[in-house]
């Protein structure tokens, strides 16, 4: 059976979570650069469809793309970790610092990545930055208008506002991660992965790396947004807000529900029972280090 029960799943989160968290600080500034990227080039084919056919929800079925490609080839997206390593400190599998030095260093790779791929595609939709006729452009500027100076309008209810829609947000992103777990087939993943990552797409929540494209390539291209307007209000409180609903509402949840201390023990009794048996193979082989 392709299929795999929510407690296998929840074992499954802590150990992702405990890799991610010893990755080396180059492995994680390299995925994070790459899932930066992909994740842009998928945002910029949901405003293709979106502006091509004047409906929202056609970029919403297709965004998925760009998640699914940095899922299947294990790339990193901070978003996601922010369910997985929490869970990895909780079962002592890995240290609060290695997860933070974790998050700091994809992030560094997302700022990277999604400011190359902005300055690249600035270039192609503005012809070298000589024709602004695109429509695509105004559509980057209001929206990097709207995710920074629409909440500073608002002021302190802005600020309530945007932590409130990155929750959601990185509810149903990181369902999308954990959903990935529950098949051992690589349509099924797709399938599974697609869904919830649809539903926070259409409703026009906040995603922090997502943010880390949209805003500063709205600025590149003319937005009157400054530095201090992306970070303060929308970059810091969404990656707030994103943690506080990867880590709790998909997480924390998830592990109160499923986990528990006889199928954490079962798991150990296989890990131990098949250890004499690769150590046999390895015997009759004539193997060593």
């Not at 004499?276 to 004539?286: C, E, I, L, R």
């Amino acid at each position: 059976m392709s299929y795999i029960k929510p407690a296998e799943v929840i074992n499954t989160m802590i150990d992702t979570g405990t890799a991610k968290a010893n990755a080396s600080t180059l492995q994680m500034v390299i995925r994070g650069f790459l899932g930066g990227a992909i994740l842009a080039f998928a945002t910029t084919l949901a405003f293709t469809a979106a502006s091509q056919t004047s409906l929202g929800l056609a970029g919403a079925l297709v965004f998925p793309a760009g998640f699914v490609i940095i899922v299947l080839l294990g790339l990193e997206l901070v978003t996601g970790s922010f369910a997985l390593s929490p869970l990895s400190v909780v079962a002592r599998k890995t240290t609060a610092a290695r997860m933070l030095s974790n998050y700091f260093w994809v992030i560094v790779g997302h700022l990277i990545g999604c400011a190359a791929y902005a300055l690249l595609y600035g270039l192609v939709i503005t012809k070298m930055f000589t024709d602004m006729s695109n429509p695509l452009i105004q559509m980057i500027i209001q929206l990097s208008e709207t995710k920074t100076l629409g909440y500073k309008h608002m002021g302190s209810e802005g600020m309530m506002l945007v932590v409130i829609k990155a929750i959601l947000c990185n509810w149903m992103v990181t369902l999308g991660v954990v959903m990935a777990m529950t098949s051992k087939s690589t349509g099924g993943k797709i399938i599974a992965m697609w869904l919830p990552i649809v539903i926070f797409f259409a409703q026009g929540f906040e995603h922090a790396v997502v943010n880390m494209f949209v805003i500063p390539a709205g600025m590149l291209l003319g937005a009157d947004v400054s530095f201090a307007d992306w970070w303060v209000w929308n970059q810091i409180p969404v990656l707030i807000g994103n943690f506080i609903g990867g880590a709790v509402f998909t997480g924390m949840l998830l592990y109160l529900s499923h986990h528990s201390p006889t199928s954490q023990a079962l798991n150990v009794k296989a890990t131990i029972k098949s250890e004499p048996a690769a150590a046999g193979a390895v015997t009759s082989k004539g193997g060593g280090l």
